[in-house]
């Protein structure tokens, strides 16, 4: 059972165009995470939210945790080239010593 | 600063043969630390991770194990390794719990 279900797991769009990715549980979690990884390298950390309701922003990207603590979105503005990657959200419950990841979302934005 | 190293970047390995994956971190002291392994383009499958030297804790029965003999040395292993073994195995440390994690370049495993 997948505890991070993430939407949609592909997205090919244009450049300048916007874009939403979801993360979503039926679980609580203490904290959420956000990762970029590109091919044949580790996974990247974005942004850590941790109160329910937060909203953080990261020049174009802005993250959203969950009232619940149980989903997270992340909205991209104005798409470019180097935001293709695979994102993934991940999240700890409990004693936070197990980051638990999402299904990941595959990006590729074009010229 | 802290940094991961993690070898090798790539190895292909014959079916029952075993495998050693090693993972060390500098500039930290007692770090959690974690393997992972992840399918082409999808999230990662937690493995084992530990708290302190000698301290493993396993998620999913398989053909694997891991041993941390020093503070800051993880060592993944296998004794005989099977087709579906392959896979993009990270590495990872993080300060303590909860808090992010900072991954090594992965070591793309396959067993042939």
């Known amino acids: ?111 | 600063s802290q940094t991961i190293h993690q070898w090798p970047a790539t190895l292909v390995q014959p079916v029952g043969s075993p495998l050693s994956l090693e993972c060390t971190v500098e500039g930290t002291s007692n770090p959690n630390l974690y393997w992972y392994r992840q399918a082409a383009g999808r999230g990662l499958q937690l493995l084992f991770y530990s708290v302190g030297i000698g301290q493993i804790s396993s998620e999913v029965p398989q053909n694997l194990s891991a041993s941390r003999p020093q503070d800051r040395q993880f060592i993944l292993s296998s004794k005989k390794l099977l087709l579906s073994d392959s896979g993009f195995y990270l590495c990872a440390w993080s300060r303590d719990n909860n808090s992010p994690l900072h991954f090594g370049n992965g070591t793309r495993l396959t067993v042939t």
Not at chain 1, 11 to 34: D, H, M
Not at chain 1, 60 to 86: C, E, V, Y
């Open chain 1, 1 to 111: 059972t997948q505890l991070l279900e993430q939407s949609p797991q592909f997205l090919s769009i244009q450049e300048g165009e916007n874009l939403t990715v979801y993360c979503n549980s039926s679980s609580v979690f203490s904290s959420l995470q956000w990762y970029r990884q590109e091919p044949g390298e580790g996974p990247v950390l974005l942004v850590t939210v941790v109160t329910g309701g937060e909203v953080k922003k990261l020049k174009r990207l802005t993250f959203q945790f969950g009232d619940a603590r149980k989903d997270s979105s992340l909205h991209i503005t104005a798409a470019q080239p180097g935001d293709t990657g695979l994102y993934l959200c991940a999240g700890f419950r409990g004693g936070g010593n197990k980051l638990t990841f999402g299904t990941g979302t595959q990006l590729k934005v074009e010229l």
